[in-house]
């Protein structure tokens, strides 16, 4: 069985309870699985109807052959970045290949013994969050290799509004590969019909693609994700807080890796003067060797409550804790790292903080673009829009 880590929630009363999310709808997927070879694309956070989705299609017949593993690996708790080895699933003997360090798409000879492969993976909603990366992987090693690709769809959980610069081509990577905003309020589904219908990746009209579709969910709503989806994101609040401070990932500035408050927090050791608040990372799970080990580091606590910080803070990508350690920051050559225009998607964003411009100023640059966006977004959308 997969490694389960529950997210730890206290606002019951923002969140829906009524969505059924595809991977729960067996009976509209198992007559396509029927006398077929399945390969999975799964972590933990694939649980349908209370089992391990591996161990689920199983139970019920179905011939799988091998899974497929994201950053983090199958049970999730590896650390971001960390090379994940193939491997052998101890429960169910399958063979387990990794889609992350140099493999991250299938290979034809990986494809070779499957003849649908099955991607139910949770997401966040974040461009950055590389998920989706394996998601346009696997639909494009499909695409070329002949085989079916089902989508058995999860909501958004920050899918209810649109924000932050729209990725340029210089800058495309794994951790952000096509011209989408940061939060770009899409479902894995509605995000795989888009990336096809565009055509996107190589040989994307040759892909047959289906999605099995959530019930009950419009992008106006709050859902809860039953798995936390990373060993980094434990929590509701850190899951809204991340689109903004993954930026940080791309400076010198910690986001609280090595703690109990990972993305819910930030700070560094030469800032003391200027903030109040402090942390002190340590290595542990989901955090080998964390950036300011054994350090104070101090700054802000942000994301301790998802309510509160959806009062606070609202549907936005926000810049004024970036701008306010850059400005207090000593050495401010040093701040960004070459990693930051890969998450930000831009050279601009870096540029504009340099130069002085006040958070509305930026934010009001990005619009043009999102507008494009949104008019794309708009043909492949499945659920009720937010707007």
């Known amino acids: 069985m997969l490694l389960i880590f529950p997210c730890q929630l206290n606002a019951q009363s923002i969140y ?11 009976g509209d997927y198992l007559p396509l699985l029927k006398g077929k070879r399945v390969g999975l694309v799964v ?30 690996g199958f049970r ?22 990794s889609l992350y360090g140099k493999h991250k798409k299938p290979e034809p000879q990986d494809l070779a013994g499957i003849d649908v492969m099955v991607y139910d993976l949770q997401d966040v909603g974040a461009r950055f969050y590389t998920y989706i990366s394996t998601l346009e992987y696997c639909m ?7 085989k079916q690709f089902i989508v058995l769809d999860r909501p958004d959980p920050n899918g209810f509004y649109i924000a932050g610069p729209v990725l340029q081509p210089d800058c495309q990577s794994f951790v952000g590969r096509q011209p989408i905003p940061v939060v770009y309020a899409m479902t894995a589904g509605e995000y795989a019909r888009m990336i096809t219908g565009e055509g996107w990746f190589a040989n994307a009209a040759e892909l047959d693609l289906k999605v099995v579709e959530c019930s009950n969910y419009t992008h ?77 580091c101090f700054g802000e606590l942000v994301a301790s409550d998802e309510s509160d910080y959806l009062l606070k803070y609202g549907k936005n990508v926000n810049l004024q804790w970036l701008i306010k350690m850059y400005n ?17 998607g831009t050279k601009k964003l ?16 990005w619009q043009p673009e999102i507008k494009k966006f949104k008019k794309i977004r708009k043909k492949y959308l499945i659920y009720k829009d937010f707007e």
């Open 16 to 26: 829906e309870t009524n969505i059924i999310s595809g991977d729960t709808k067996v």
């Open 76 to 97: 999730g708790n590896a650390d971001a970045g960390a090379n994940i080895e193939n491997s052998l699933d101890s429960s169910t003997g399958l063979p387990v290949v």
């Open 350 to 365: 870096a540029e504009r903080i340099k130069a002085g411009e006040s958070e509305t100023e930026i934010v009001k640059s």
């Open 220 to 296: 106006s709503m709050k859902y809860k994700l039953p798995v936390a989806p990373s060993p980094n994101l434990r929590n509701m609040a850190a899951i809204y807080a991340y689109p903004s401070l993954c930026l940080f990932e791309g400076t010198v500035v910690s986001v609280g890796r090595g703690t109990d408050l990972p993305f819910a927090q930030f700070g560094c050791p030469e800032v003391g003067k200027d903030f109040h608040y402090s942390f002190t990372p340590h290595s542990g799970p989901g955090a080998k060797s964390p950036p300011y080990e054994g350090k104070i």
């Open 140 to 146: 494009e090693a499909c695409a070329q290799n002949h």
């Open 43 to 72: 972590n933990q956070t694939s649980v349908a109807l209370g089992q391990a989705l591996p161990d689920l299609l199983q139970s019920r017949g179905v011939n799988v052959v091998a899974i497929f593993v994201p950053e983090h």
């Open 328 to 344: 207090a920051y000593p050495d401010k050559d040093k701040f960004f790292t070459s990693f930051f225009e890969k998450l930000a």
